[in-house]
């Protein structure tokens, strides 16, 4: 069986950072792409960012420059490190297992097409 648990989120000041962490089990680790994805209160979901199994990171334009998607391969763990939060990245995070070792692009998360998804993490940015 498929498990994802996210930790990490919390509250934090407009400007601040948190590292949002992912473990896996149940499944070969290496060998999938994963991706984080949002959900803001009363919004659909947001796919953020993606990596393939080996490397190779995507971002929505919304967090580039700003977020940085890693994993290892070792541990089975999938990390999102959030830097220079606004109050618009507050939001339910959700790590999300991919069909293949190669990202299936935004839509295959925003549409909910993927099957496995973790029961998420609160980030909160507020002063």
């Known amino acids: 069986e498929v498990q994802l648990v996210e930790s990490g989120g919390g509250l934090v000041q407009p400007g601040g950072s948190l590292r949002l962490s992912c473990t896996a089990s149940?499944?070969?680790?290496?060998?999938?792409?994963m991706s984080w994805v949002r959900q803001a209160p009363g919004n659909g979901l947001e796919w953020v960012s993606g990596?393939?199994?080996?490397?190779?990171?995507w971002y929505a334009d919304s967090v580039k420059g700003r977020f940085t998607i890693s994993r290892d391969n070792t541990k089975n763990t999938l990390y999102l490190q959030l830097n220079s939060l606004k109050t618009e990245d507050t939001a339910m995070y959700y790590c999300?297992?991919?069909?293949?070792?190669?990202?299936?692009?935004?839509?295959?998360?925003?549409?909910?097409?993927?099957?496995?998804w973790g029961q998420g993490t609160q980030v909160t940015v507020s002063s």
């Open positions: 990596i393939n199994s080996g490397g190779g990171p």
């Open positions: 999300a297992k991919d069909a293949s070792a190669y990202f299936s692009g935004p839509a295959y998360f925003a549409t909910r097409r993927a099957n496995d």
């Open positions: 149940g499944f070969t680790f290496r060998s999938y792409a």
